[in-house]
């Protein structure tokens, strides 16, 4: 259904836009340079939802696609010489969040039975060697990953879920950075509603027990009003296309046990990761509560302690504490963006370019396998089947 409201999108926006410019060429007797350029930023509309409709709506072989240099790509039409790929940033941006709107339902859907807490110090963990690049499943014998496992275990039969529904396997690193926010999304609305024990019912939604949707509109307004960093639309961002580890990290960053908070400041100072982000996230630290008691010790002006208090102060308040969790675990979770020397986010890992025949040319769509058939949206690629090639 997410394909089929980008592609629908993209044509009703087409469209309009067709009618936006022939009205304004009417009105003002445009020269043909300026109906010219109206044209093409129409062509462009209609290339993108074509190249969408051709690309997921026609049956070709399932195949790998490589995400290197001489990566694959699909051809959609009885094409034999193409010319150089060049696809737009905006249909590059289009096809990602496609991908990541439909990424999101389906993680949500196969973890079901994973606490935000435990994901939360997979991710944390992962990140703590240095990079958020999914070497903690190397890891899983190593003190700090004690009882991770069976998490790691779950997290491993979501991928292979996932990817048999994917030209582009979802990355580790990815997965184990986008399944916390996720879950906490999930979680916090249950306890927003009062259907858990986490907050006095007098401060949840309905003032006890809310049995409606958690997906009503009304519901989402207020739920948002307060948990506004875990949206996914216009809270924290979602960084995708990270490397892989292919084998386990150092792991003599992350502090040991017995550590004092000194420990655990220096460690998100090496990082990178503000140091204020540790009092929300200690308690995920490992699963005896040794780092957050030993974070409170952290006294003074501006020591973490104050700050481990706070928290503890304001938990009875909805949305309070966990907007700090949010704002504490992104800041980790984006390890590598602008720092020198450390891999950048690959913002074509998740796309696949498509040569569409007809006139449409470049563009670039999600890395689906199956979709649904636009033919009789889109008759005019309804006879443009769509096939894999490799550079």
């Known amino acids: ?11 009703a926006r087409s469209s309009a836009a067709s009618q936006r410019c022939s009205q304004h060429v009417q009105r003002s007797h445009a020269t043909r340079r300026s109906a010219a350029r109206c044209s093409a930023r129409v062509d462009r509309r209609g290339a993108l939802a074509g190249a969408a409709a051709a690309l997921f709506g026609a049956s070709r072989p399932a ?7 001489a990566r694959g790509f699909a051809v959609c039409g009885d ?3 193409l010319p150089p790929q060049n696809y737009t940033n905006q249909a590059r941006e289009n096809a990602n969040k496609v ?22 110090r997979l991710a944390v963990m992962d990140a703590g060697t240095g990079a958020m690049d999914g070497s903690i499943r190397f890891e899983l014998d190593r003190p700090y990953a004690a009882g991770l496992k069976e998490v790691a275990e779950k997290y491993e039969r979501a991928k292979k879920a996932i990817d048999a529904e994917l030209l582009v396997p979802l990355g580790y690193g990815d997965l184990y950075a986008l399944a916390p926010k996720v879950l906490m999304n999930r979680q916090w609305r249950e306890d927003f509603a009062g259907r858990t024990d986490r907050f006095p ?17 009304a519901f989402l307004s207020a739920f948002y009003k307060l948990y506004g960093a875990v949206d996914f639309k216009t809270g924290t961002p979602i960084l995708l296309g990270r490397d892989d580890a292919t084998e386990a990290a ?41 780092a957050l008691e030993a974070l409170k010790t952290d006294g003074g002006f501006g020591g973490v302690g104050s700050f481990v208090e706070r928290n503890e102060r304001d938990a009875a308040n909805p949305g309070l504490v966990e907007k700090r969790i949010i704002y504490a675990f992104s800041d980790a979770m984006t390890l590598g963006t602008n720092a020198v020397g450390r891999v950048q986010f690959n913002e074509d890992k998740y796309m696949v370019p498509a040569y569409v025949d007809g006139g449409v040319g470049w563009a670039a769509v999600p890395p689906f396998k199956e ?5 009789e949206i889109f008759p005019a690629f309804e006879s443009a089947p769509c096939v894999l090639r490799s550079n």
Do not use: N
């Not at 259904?1 to 044509?11: F, S």
């Not at 502090?255 to 996230?281: H, M, R």
């Open 201 to 217: 019912k007098s401060r949840s939604y309905k003032k006890g027990a809310y049995e409606g949707s958690l997906d009503d509109e």
């Open 371 to 375: 979709g649904l058939d636009f033919g």
């Open 250 to 290: 150092d792991g003599s960053l992350i502090p040991g046990e017995g550590a004092d908070a000194k420990a655990y400041k220096d460690w998100f100072a090496t990082l990178g990761i503000k140091v204020g982000a540790l009092a929300p996230l200690a308690e995920c630290f490992d699963t005896s509560g040794a």
């Open 79 to 81: 094409v034999s010489d």
């Open 63 to 69: 195949a790998a696609l490589s995400i290197q240099d």
């Open 1 to 11: 259904h997410t394909v089929g409201a980008y592609t629908l999108a993209m044509a």
């Open 99 to 120: 991908f990541l709107s439909w990424l999101i339902k389906r993680v949500d859907e196969e973890l079901t039975d994973v606490k935000w807490q435990d994901a939360v």
